[in-house]
């Protein structure tokens, strides 16, 4: 099915089949319904181009690097070359771009780096919307006698209270942790303005873009941060985190490190030999993000303003993935508000969200609605999905969390409406 995308006065088709036909596993059946992958914000599923790079990094230029001898000398490339790709994705320079095992673990590492400069009585501010990897490094920092705020959260509305935010920053403030969209309910936060505010008080700031990544063009020197992270496998790559962190902090930073290891940006975050075929399909991840916009970028002329190259293709790719994807949500929405029995939790209409919808049903745990959709070849996640926090404050944790259904761009409108009927009947059960 073609959607009608409309953005600036210019009106194009987004071919979901040509991109569906990229992904191997859209042909996979269950029960014998075919798969509709609605479990993208868990991690998304992968084109053949980045299968095929993976497996031409093995088998022809696998290898450790710095090296005399052509593998060696390719996998040097290969590594400076994808850090050129997220150079473009996320708006920075390569030297600003490091990798490690996941966000979680880089996060933690960049945890401890900043801790060793920290002393008892400074403070840190961590908000109840995030994901446990954005929470955790910094909750942790109490055992030093460093002081741990959390941000609340607007529980009818499911946004950062930001009077709270502005009430918990002051001049012991040293690093401020926030995501830039929430895995758990969908909700886009204002980073920018976020940003600024930790940055009057001179603290550090921590975006995770995890949840984000897939569905919006990244600008860090826009937003100002001084690091951000995300995750290659939430974008149509292999499991690999990766850093964007400020030139001038990260050559600032103690980072946990071999003493051979380059003590200069982008190395000196990375510990021990990385995941090189990771990192070779995770530049083709951006390539195939930059394919959707070099097909669809004349739509976004005026957003692209200023933009060149693979940087104004990826920016176009994250707006024509949003302009497809958000009619989608909103139907999903509206629909699902009609059931009688369902609850969703997210933003209200109007603010900015991702395509990620979480709900519940009061005749049915969440697990009980996953399992009835995965009976009928739907994948879609319940619990709490480590926005733990967010689940217990809103009162869910004892009830299983909730359920979330996740849009990526293979998917359609049948499998959302197939969706839709599987709660239905499951809501007059
Ligand atoms: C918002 C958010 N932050 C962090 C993470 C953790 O990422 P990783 O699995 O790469 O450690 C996730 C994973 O679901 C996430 O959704």
Not at 242 to 269: G, M
Not at 312 to 337: C, K, S, W
Not at 357 to 375: G, I, R
Request: charged share 25%; with cysteine; aromatic share 10%.
């Amino acid at each position: 099915m073609n959607i009608q995308i409309n953005l600036g006065g210019c009106a194009m088709k987004y071919d979901v089949e040509a991109v569906r036909r990229q992904f191997p596993a859209m042909e996979r059946k269950i029960n014998g319904y075919p798969a509709a992958y609605l479990d993208g914000p868990g991690g998304t599923q992968v084109p053949q181009r980045v299968i095929d790079k993976v497996v031409d990094y093995l088998t022809w230029h696998n290898c450790n690097i710095h090296g005399v001898f052509a593998t060696s000398v390719e996998t040097d490339n290969m590594l400076l070359e994808t850090r050129k790709a997220f150079a473009d994705f996320f708006g920075c320079a390569w030297e600003e771009v490091s990798f490690g095992a996941n966000s979680t673990t880089i996060n933690f590492n960049l945890g401890n780096a900043i801790a060793r400069d920290l002393k008892p009585g400074d403070e840190v501010v961590i908000t109840d919307i995030d994901h446990e990897c954005n929470r955790g490094p910094w909750e942790m920092m109490e055992e030093r006698g460093v002081i741990v705020h959390n941000v609340k959260v607007d529980l009818e509305k499911c946004i950062i209270d930001m009077e709270d935010f502005k009430s918990k920053l002051n001049d012991k403030t040293k690093v401020v942790a926030f995501n830039y969209a929430s895995n758990g309910v969908g909700t886009v936060s204002d980073v920018k303005k976020m940003v600024a505010l930790a940055h009057e008080v001179g603290a550090i700031t921590v975006v995770d873009a995890v949840h984000y990544a897939l569905h919006g063009s990244i600008d860090v020197k826009d937003l100002d941060t001084d690091f951000l992270f995300c995750s290659a496998y939430k974008f149509f790559g292999p499991h690999i985190g990766v850093l964007y962190s400020k030139k001038e902090r990260l050559e600032a930073l103690r980072t946990i490190k071999v003493r051979e290891q380059d003590d200069w940006a982008p190395y000196k975050f990375e510990t021990g030999t990385l995941n090189h075929e990771g990192i070779a399909g995770a530049a083709e991840a951006i390539e195939f993000i930059a394919s959707i916009g070099e097909t669809y970028g004349s739509g976004f002329e005026k957003e692209l303003e200023g933009l060149s190259g693979r940087r104004r293709n990826v920016a176009a790719g994250m707006l024509a993935i949003e302009a497809y994807d958000q009619p989608i949500t909103e139907h999903f929405i509206d629909e699902l508000e009609k059931i009688s029995g369902v609850k969703i939790y997210g933003p209200p209409k109007g603010h900015p969200r991702t395509s990620t919808v979480s709900f519940t049903m009061n005749n049915k745990s969440p697990k009980e609605v996953a399992e009835y959709l995965a009976e009928r070849g739907i994948f879609v996640w319940d619990g709490d999905f480590y926005a733990s926090k967010l689940v217990r404050v809103l009162g869910l944790r004892e009830s299983g969390g909730l359920v979330r259904v996740g849009l990526a761009p293979y998917n359609t409108m049948e499998e959302i409406d197939r969706t839709l009927d599987a709660i239905r009947e499951l809501a007059a059960k």
